[in-house]
């Protein structure tokens, strides 16, 4: 019964059709196996008191970025492990079997790591990657707000420049780790109106006049905690600012695209974990004197899913080596990676739950709590809608 209720993390080989390893290199399963056995050993057996309790589980983060996973596709020279991103992907499906929740919070602290990497200046790069990447300190992306959503280019937050500083107002919604992080990479308004007016500044904990909204009561990633961030004439060094006045927006997007990877890895390891949750249900339960598992439903049911995830996965990692070469159609690939994987790997989820029948829906048993984790990556790091949008763009324009 135990076997049931706890994540199958790291039990490769079970079904080999299934692999994740499978046409990898050598190095890449390395990477993929400690990620597996740190997701085994240190996230799986706290996955559900985390979400239970809210615990942001800092510590055990910290012993991940000592493997190197603090700062995946940063540069070595400021603390990264310099990988590239499909090798980032093999690691957050990985990790994500342990607790999908806190690899989430993880795959957002990367992206925003990575964004000070690419577009800071030395002294910005010096001054936050390192603590960034051992994870000392943890990051915030701030992007949406309380009337912009998906229409990101509309934001408000406004800030204008005073001499050698810029005074910050207006307010981020959603904020995940608002709060308990230690730097905000906020979008706001320094020009007119559309995306040429956005800049991007780094913000530190503790700048006057910055403050947090009330923690958010959510279905589901509940190892994270997620706040609105306020600012209230915030004034902060016209050093803080990546690139140029104006090249916000284009910062914040080619984050994403690498961020809509990410999510739709996290996505991944849920699944992959819901699929040997289900297998094993199928296998143990008994139901009119024989096991599930000799329902040819349920066995068709099974066979869909591990297809699914499958072509989840090829789409995922297509898109993954497509920004790394930087090619023209990635955020295209990358926008239709997130929306597949987002899609397919809930209904995987959802499907475990209901294989489970009324187990499957009690906290004792891990499959509810990926099912809850993972419905939110159908709506942030862009909503599927809007995934839609840049692929038809993508087509129309092309």
Aim: proline share 3%; net charge neutral.
């Amino acid at each position: 019964l135990l076997l049931l209720r706890r994540p199958a993390a790291g039990r490769r080989g079970i079904a080999s059709c299934i692999d994740p390893s499978a046409g990898l290199t050598e190095e890449q399963k390395e990477f993929q196996k400690v990620a597996l056995d740190f997701a085994t050993k240190e996230m799986a057996p706290y996955m559900a008191e985390w979400d239970e309790k809210e615990i942001f589980p800092v510590e055990t983060m910290q012993k991940a970025a000592q493997l190197g996973f603090g700062g995946i596709y940063v540069k070595p020279d400021v603390g990264g492990s310099g990988l590239s991103r499909l090798d980032t992907s093999i690691i957050f499906e990985a990790l994500s079997t342990g607790c999908t929740s806190t690899t989430a919070y993880m795959s957002i602290h990367n992206m925003c790591v990575w964004m000070i990497d690419t577009f800071g200046n030395e002294e910005q790069r010096r001054r936050f990657c390192p603590s960034l990447c051992s994870m000392e300190k943890f990051a915030s992306y701030c992007l949406t707000e309380p009337g912009s959503g998906s229409d990101a280019a509309s934001l408000l937050t406004s800030a204008q420049r005073k001499g050698d500083t810029y005074v910050l107002n207006g307010s981020k919604a959603f904020i995940s780790g608002g709060g308990d992080t230690d730097v905000y990479v906020v979008m706001c308004r320094t020009g007119g109106p559309g995306p040429k007016g956005i800049s991007c500044l780094v913000l530190e904990k503790g700048t006057p006049g910055l403050s947090f909204g009330k923690k958010e009561r959510k279905v589901g990633w509940n190892s994270q905690p997620t706040r609105a961030v306020i600012f209230e004439d915030c004034v902060v060094p016209v050093g803080n600012r990546l690139g140029a006045e104006g090249q916000g927006f284009s910062i914040a997007m080619k984050g994403l695209n690498g961020g809509r990877i990410n999510i739709a890895s996290c996505s991944l390891g849920a699944a992959h974990a819901s699929v040997l949750l289900a297998q094993e249900h199928l296998t143990v339960r008994k139901q009119f004197g024989e096991p599930l598992a000799n329902n040819q439903y349920l066995q068709f049911r099974l066979a869909e899913m591990a297809t699914r995830l499958v072509a989840a996965r090829l789409m995922v990692r297509n898109a993954a080596r497509a920004l790394q070469e930087g090619r023209e159609d990635a955020a295209a690939l990358c926008s239709m990676a997130k929306l597949f994987a987002t899609d397919e790997c809930f209904a995987i989820c959802n499907q475990a739950l209901q294989m489970h029948g009324g187990y499957g829906y009690l906290k004792d048993y891990a499959v509810q709590q990926f099912v809850r984790d993972i419905r939110v990556h159908q709506i942030l790091e862009g909503t599927n809608e809007v995934m839609r949008m840049i692929v038809a763009r993508n087509l129309l324009q092309g």
